[in-house]
C-alpha cells in the first residue's frame, strides 16, 4: 500500500499542472456527487423511517380508541350491575 502511494504521488509530480488541476476538478466532482447521493438516501432513509412510525401511530391510536370504549362499557356494565345489587338489597330490607 505505501509503496502504490509512492508510484501514485511519483506519478502526479510528472504530470502537467492543467492535467493534475483537472484530476483534482473531475476527483472533486466526483466527491460531491457521492455526498449528494449519500445526503438523498439519508433522506430517503429518514422519510420511510417517518411514513413506519406514523403507521405505527395510527394503529396504537385505533387500539387506545377501542380499550377507551371497551372501558366505557365495562364501567356502564359496573354501574348497572352496582345499581341492581342496591335495588336488590333494598328489596330484601323491606
Do not use: F, Y
Not at 387500539?63 to 362499557?73: N, P, Q, S, T
Request: proline residues 2%; negative net charge.
Amino acid at each position: 500500500m505505501a509503496n502504490e502511494n509512492k508510484t501514485k504521488t511519483a506519478k502526479i509530480m510528472t504530470l502537467p499542472l492543467p492535467q493534475i488541476l483537472d484530476e483534482v476538478e473531475a476527483a472533486a466532482a466526483d466527491a460531491r456527487r457521492a455526498a449528494d447521493e449519500a445526503r438523498q438516501a439519508g433522506i430517503d432513509a429518514a422519510e420511510g423511517v417517518r411514513r413506519a412510525v406514523g403507521e405505527e401511530l395510527r394503529r396504537i391510536e385505533a387500539i387506545a380508541d377501542e380499550v377507551k370504549a371497551l372501558a366505557l362499557v365495562i364501567a356502564s356494565s359496573l354501574h348497572t350491575a352496582a345499581t341492581d345489587i342496591h335495588t336488590q338489597a333494598s328489596t330484601m330490607k323491606q
